[in-house]
């Protein structure tokens, strides 16, 4: 007889769980308060972005991901790109940690290359070529659009694993082996909390006891009035150089920062950096901030995109790009630079939670991961 799995939230983190659970033979029960996804999985960039990752478990969990990713795309029919990423310098401090990583990944079996500007004009649209000195090539990356997916892959795991979904309730109590919500209850061997920052009000006292916090982002999506127009690949400027993990391998990346601390500040205070993925039907999707605490305005501020368009315009063509849509989102994140949480809350209650911003690089691979390791 099949143990049962309960699994609270239909964000990617949720479905990872439901997808690994069912796996390993579990009968899966997804609820989820609203009608769909509308959180932090479907406001983001839809970037599947290995690159970002240190080398060893956690490079091996973005593959991991990715290969799922693409998988499961196949099966649906939703769109995906293997673009790769390319991050591009317009000073010589940028490029002098452009060539370190190179050697660095190249060490480390990392597809990469460096390319000249005439070679990324050749090959690249969109990007502006005053000034640039160059640019690193990573093969790793790939989009999908968040929307749509997130979609479809309720419809993938009830077709391919028989998961269960119940949709547009509310959880309002979990204890051992039981959930309620509304009216109802419904019991499981397993129940496992993938909620996101939502899992607070749940289990108030171990959300305040962990060091974590909320992120809000701002982000954008443009279309070009060239209906046919493609970059080729995800475009970065160099101020993700030290938004990401990997990237602090190089050994000339303090001095960088060092200058944008003096030159930049303003960015580094609302935590922008500023990246273009563009989805199946053309759209530019652009970002973001980063603004921690526990309670944020409703509101968008103008300035942050401002801010956010300002710089785009250094590295990117963006004279035909017409706004159609801005938002934001929220997500939980480790303050002790650790990258998740697995806990057990209670006996056969567990939390899987704070991935941070990687939940679209990290979630398949971390579900299987946990639910592998602890044979839940």
Same mark, same amino acid.
């Given at each position: 007889?099949?143990?049962?799995?309960? *699994?609270?939230?239909?964000?990617? *983190?949720?479905?990872?769980?439901?997808?690994?659970?069912?796996?390993?033979?579990?009968?899966?029960?997804? =609820?989820?308060?609203?009608?769909?996804?509308?959180?932090?999985?479907?406001?983001?960039? %839809?970037?599947?972005?290995?690159?970002?990752?240190?080398?060893?478990?956690?490079?091996?969990?973005?593959?991991?991901?990715?290969?799922?990713?693409?998988?499961?795309?196949?099966?649906?029919?939703? #769109?995906?790109? @293997?673009?790769?990423?390319?991050?591009?310098?317009?000073?010589?401090?940028? #490029?002098?940690?452009?060539?370190?990583?190179?050697?660095? $990944?190249?060490?480390?079996?990392? +597809?990469?290359?460096?390319?000249?500007?005439?070679?990324?004009? @050749?090959?690249?649209?969109? *990007?502006?070529?005053?000034?640039?000195? !160059?640019?690193?090539?990573?093969?790793?990356?790939?989009?999908?659009?968040?929307?749509?997916?997130?979609?479809?892959? +309720?419809?993938?795991?009830?077709?391919?694993?028989?998961?269960? /979904?119940?949709?547009?309730?509310?959880?309002?109590?979990?204890?051992?082996?039981?959930?309620?919500?509304?009216?109802?209850?419904?019991?499981?061997?397993? =129940?496992?909390?993938?909620?996101?920052?939502?899992?607070?009000?749940?289990?108030? @006292?171990?959300?305040?006891?962990?060091?974590?916090?909320?992120?809000?982002?701002?982000?954008?999506?443009?279309?070009?009035?060239?209906?046919?127009?493609?970059?080729?690949?995800?475009?970065?400027?160099?101020?993700?150089? =030290?938004? &990401?993990?990997? /990237?602090?391998?190089?050994?000339?990346? +303090?001095?960088?920062?060092?200058?944008?601390?003096?030159?930049?500040?303003?960015?580094?205070?609302?935590?922008?950096?500023?990246? *273009?993925?563009?989805?199946?039907?053309? @759209?530019?999707?652009? !970002?973001?901030?980063?603004?921690?605490?526990?309670? $944020?305005? +409703?509101?968008?501020?103008? &300035?942050?995109?401002?801010?956010?368009?300002?710089?785009?315009?250094? /590295?990117?063509?963006?004279?035909?790009?017409?706004?159609?849509?801005? #938002?934001?989102?929220? &997500?939980?994140?480790?303050?002790?630079?650790?990258?998740?949480?697995?806990?057990?809350?209670?006996?056969?209650?567990?939390? =899987?939670?704070?991935?941070? %911003?990687?939940?679209?690089?990290?979630? $398949?691979? /971390?579900?299987?991961?946990?639910?592998?390791?602890?044979?839940?």
């Amino acid at each position: 007889m099949h143990k049962s799995a309960i *699994v609270i939230g239909a964000g990617i *983190v949720g479905l990872a769980t439901a997808r690994s659970l069912a796996l390993k033979e579990f009968d899966v029960t997804v =609820i989820e308060r609203c009608g769909k996804a509308i959180g932090a999985s479907v406001r983001n960039f %839809g970037m599947i972005w290995p690159i970002g990752q240190p080398g060893g478990k956690m490079y091996d969990r973005a593959l991991r991901s990715r290969n799922v990713w693409k998988e499961i795309a196949e099966t649906t029919g939703f #769109w995906y790109d @293997e673009c790769g990423s390319l991050h591009l310098a317009y000073h010589e401090d940028e #490029w002098k940690v452009l060539q370190e990583l190179n050697e660095i $990944f190249n060490t480390n079996s990392r +597809p990469v290359n460096l390319m000249t500007p005439s070679e990324i004009k @050749e090959k690249i649209s969109g *990007v502006n070529q005053h000034n640039l000195i !160059g640019g690193l090539l990573s093969k790793t990356e790939m989009i999908i659009d968040p929307r749509q997916a997130m979609e479809a892959l +309720p419809v993938y795991l009830s077709e391919n694993h028989n998961v269960h /979904f119940i949709w547009n309730a509310n959880v309002t109590a979990v204890s051992k082996n039981n959930v309620k919500f509304g009216s109802k209850a419904m019991q499981a061997d397993v =129940i496992c909390v993938c909620s996101g920052a939502d899992f607070e009000t749940l289990y108030p @006292e171990k959300f305040a006891a962990l060091e974590l916090t909320k992120c809000k982002l701002q982000m954008m999506r443009f279309m070009n009035t060239d209906k046919q127009f493609k970059i080729g690949t995800s475009l970065c400027g160099s101020l993700s150089l =030290i938004h &990401y993990e990997s /990237f602090k391998a190089a050994l000339s990346l +303090p001095l960088l920062k060092k200058r944008y601390q003096d030159e930049l500040n303003e960015y580094l205070r609302m935590g922008i950096h500023v990246m *273009v993925a563009q989805n199946g039907r053309g @759209e530019l999707t652009v !970002g973001d901030s980063h603004e921690y605490g526990s309670t $944020f305005a +409703p509101f968008d501020e103008a &300035y942050i995109n401002e801010l956010i368009t300002s710089y785009l315009k250094t /590295f990117a063509d963006t004279n035909n790009w017409k706004l159609i849509q801005s #938002w934001h989102g929220i &997500y939980p994140k480790m303050t002790n630079g650790k990258t998740d949480i697995f806990l057990q809350a209670e006996d056969g209650v567990y939390i =899987i939670n704070g991935l941070g %911003g990687a939940g679209m690089t990290m979630s $398949f691979g /971390f579900a299987e991961e946990i639910i592998n390791a602890y044979c839940l």
